[in-house]
């Protein structure tokens, strides 16, 4: 089925242990991206790419990397996990360019619900 | 200074009346969009509805309008009719274009339950 795919569905770490959410989309959408859910804080934008090779910082980077080698793949890496990245985290894509200016809604993966201990 | 602003944390209505959840924002950005996404207690994320800076009318799918005030920069929702499945988390999001960086902000969500 079409869509976004993210895995894993759920995950443990420990401090300081570094992990990486992978997400694919086979939609050929341009633009991904990758928030955090937090209880009262609905969903926090961590880093996005307009397209390959292309990457930019959202509101709470810090912790976290992402690189965007294809179209279709946005992974996100905790580079040393922190208590505080205890979190869902959902990765999202929206069609083409034109998802940038057209009425085009994300598609989202399923999330992956993150503890750190 | 938040973007994105919803004030109710969580709304009661009762089935099968209308229900307006309200959503303000705030950008510099003249083509921006605004969105609705619905999360149901599985915790999927699903689109509602899109209106464009631009658009003369308030845009509309199905069961769902968005109440576009642009002077008050407002984007509200309006779910008629509202039925139990209604019953979820619901954000306002905004796309915004500035500077060459390319956001989508949400809000913090507002909780709606629909009573029988």
């Known amino acids: 089925n079409a869509g976004v795919t993210q895995t894993p569905k759920f995950q443990v770490l420990k401090t300081g242990q570094s992990m990486t959410l992978q997400c694919a989309q086979d939609m050929n959408h341009e633009y991904m991206s990758w928030y955090r859910q937090d209880p009262g804080m609905g969903l926090r934008l961590i880093h996005y790419?307009?397209?390959?090779?292309?990457?930019d910082q959202g509101e709470v980077p810090n912790g976290y990397n992402v690189s965007r080698s294809t179209t279709e793949d946005f992974p996100l890496r905790l580079l040393s996990a922190a208590p505080s990245q205890t979190s869902v985290y959902f990765c999202?894509?929206?069609?083409?360019?034109?998802?940038?200016?057209?009425?085009?809604?994300?598609?989202f993966g399923s999330g992956t619900r993150l503890t750190v201990v | 200074a938040q973007k994105i602003t919803q004030t109710q944390p969580g709304m009661f209505v009762q089935e099968k009346e209308a229900v307006t959840l309200d959503c303000t924002y705030d950008t510099s950005d003249p083509s921006y969009g605004l969105f609705w996404y619905k999360q149901p207690s599985s915790g999927e994320m699903i689109f509602l509805i899109y209106?464009?800076?631009?658009?003369?009318q308030n845009a509309t799918e199905g069961r769902y309008s968005l109440n576009f005030q642009k002077a008050r920069k407002s984007a509200n929702l309006v779910i008629s009719a509202s039925q139990l499945g209604d019953s979820a988390m619901y954000f306002c999001?905004?796309?915004?274009?500035?500077?060459?960086?390319?956001?989508?902000?949400f809000g913090t969500g507002t909780r709606l339950k629909v009573l029988a």
């Open positions: 790419s307009v397209g390959a090779g292309i990457t």
């Open positions: 209106q464009g800076s631009y658009d003369q």
């Open positions: 999202a894509s929206t069609g083409g360019l034109q998802g940038l200016s057209g009425p085009y809604g994300y598609t």
């Open positions: 999001a905004m796309r915004e274009v500035l500077s060459g960086t390319y956001k989508y902000i």
